[in-house]
């Protein structure tokens, strides 16, 4: 169970030349994200944990559900120029795997998250990703990545400021 879990978790976030995971925001388009997304979820283990793994769209959001035991949802959408991802939510009802996947993603120096506030980060300029991680009762029930559409020159500048 907790291994598909696991595997799910890769699949949102999408290794990068460095060999770290990184948010789907910037960088990946509809086609990839559903080719990478039925490509592991196909595995034998997570055949054999019996989860159900569905996708569907709502407008422009493109939602990705895995469920069993435990769920996660996935939502995307693509507004940027071709087609690439502009903002992706992650909705946990796992609370481990929750603080797993934050804790991971704050950690990677790759996208070099800096504090914005109690419950939000911004990302290192090539990134250009604010993440704001929502929470209830003190348990972390969704990550929220958003692409953050600045210049250059004034990213980088709030970003130092941080």
Known sequence: MKHWIL???????????FGQNTPMIKFYTEKEVLKEFYKNSQLKSNIALNYKV?????????ILKIEGQ??????????LELGYCDFQTVEFCCDSCAIKQAN???????????????????????????LEISKIDNLIKTLTY?????????????YKSL
Not at 119 to 125: E, I, M, P, R, W
Not at 146 to 158: A, I, L, M, Q, S
């Open 7 to 17: 595997t799910f978790l890769g699949i949102i976030t999408v290794s990068c030349s």
């Open 54 to 62: 569905s996708d569907f769209k709502n407008g422009d959001t493109l």
């Open 70 to 79: 435990e769920s996660i949802t996935v939502k995307l959408t693509f507004k």
């Open 104 to 130: 991971e993603i704050l950690n990677l120096k790759y996208c070099g998250w800096k504090k914005l506030s109690e419950d939000k980060y911004l990302s290192k300029y090539h990134i250009q990703t604010e």
């Open 146 to 158: 958003r692409y953050v559409d600045k210049p250059r020159k004034v990213f980088k500048n709030e």
